[in-house]
């Protein structure tokens, strides 16, 4: 899952993005509206998962789903949604030849935060919800020319989610750019000589709601 130029693999997740680009701005709004409510999904393309050493591990692909259970929610920052379950393709990519397998634990399930809203802004400039991913918890195993290798990777990263163009499918939960918050733990093997103690995680994951096929629609 790394390059050693790149960045370690893959979770995800996800996520929801505030672009300040627009005129009506509501910071940490006290109480969320979430249309629909219910169950959701989100595919990923590429996702990568970066070190603090640089290293890479790339997976071609993601999926994820969960759960936005109640609207309107009231607090600030305040829980919108649980990601119940995600998944990574494998065998996902890394330096020195190294390949690798994510499995992650969503018992608690990851847990999707607000903390800030910006009406108008957003990749559809329909608005945008900047947040959080936490409880973030997977386990990845993999194997190189080094020697084999397993470790732990918990901890939250930095979301964004872009509002649908009106009537749309494509709201997406966006986990790039948030920095090393996730610590890398349990380092076993050989192979883990070169893997970091930090990570950051970046994934786009268009967000499609189980009860009308559409994106759902945050605003607070």
């Known amino acids: 899952m790394f390059k050693r130029t790149g960045v370690?693999?893959?979770?995800?997740?996800?996520?929801?993005?505030?672009?300040?680009?627009?005129?009506?701005?509501?910071?940490?709004?006290?109480?969320?509206?979430?249309?629909?409510?219910?169950?959701?999904?989100g595919n990923a393309g590429v996702t990568v998962l970066t070190d603090n050493n640089g290293n890479k591990i790339q997976c071609a692909s993601s999926a994820?789903?969960?759960?936005?259970?109640?609207?309107?929610v009231a607090g600030s920052p305040a829980k919108l949604a649980n990601i119940t379950a995600i998944s990574f393709n494998s065998p996902c990519t890394g330096p020195f030849s190294s390949t690798?397998?994510?499995?992650t634990t969503?018992?608690?399930?990851?847990?999707?935060?607000?903390l800030d809203y910006t009406a108008g802004a957003g990749t559809n400039s329909t608005g945008q919800t900047t947040g959080e991913i936490r409880a973030i918890n997977a386990k990845v195993t993999g194997?190189?020319?080094?020697?084999?290798?397993?470790?732990?990777?918990?901890?939250?990263?930095?979301?964004?989610?872009?509002?649908?163009?009106?009537?749309?499918?494509?709201?997406?939960l966006n986990t790039t750019g948030g920095?090393?918050?996730?610590?890398?733990?349990?380092?076993?093997?050989g192979g883990c000589g070169i893997v970091?103690?930090?990570?950051?995680?970046?994934?786009?994951y268009p967000i499609v709601s189980a009860a009308t096929g559409k994106s759902p629609v945050i605003s607070g």
Do not use: M
């Open 106 to 114: 969503t018992t608690p399930p990851w847990e999707i935060w607000g």
């Open 64 to 72: 994820a789903s969960g759960n936005a259970p109640t609207s309107p």
């Open 179 to 189: 920095g090393l918050t996730l610590t890398i733990s349990g380092k076993t093997g």
């Open 143 to 172: 194997s190189s020319v080094l020697g084999p290798c397993t470790f732990t990777v918990t901890g939250k990263v930095a979301a964004k989610y872009n509002n649908p163009s009106a009537g749309g499918s494509n709201g997406t």
């Open 196 to 204: 970091g103690t930090t990570a950051s995680f970046q994934g786009l």
């Open 8 to 41: 370690l693999t893959a979770i995800g997740a996800a996520a929801a993005s505030v672009v300040l680009a627009a005129p009506s701005a509501v910071a940490a709004p006290t109480s969320w509206t979430i249309t629909p409510t219910g169950n959701f999904s």
């Open 100 to 103: 690798w397998t994510v499995t």
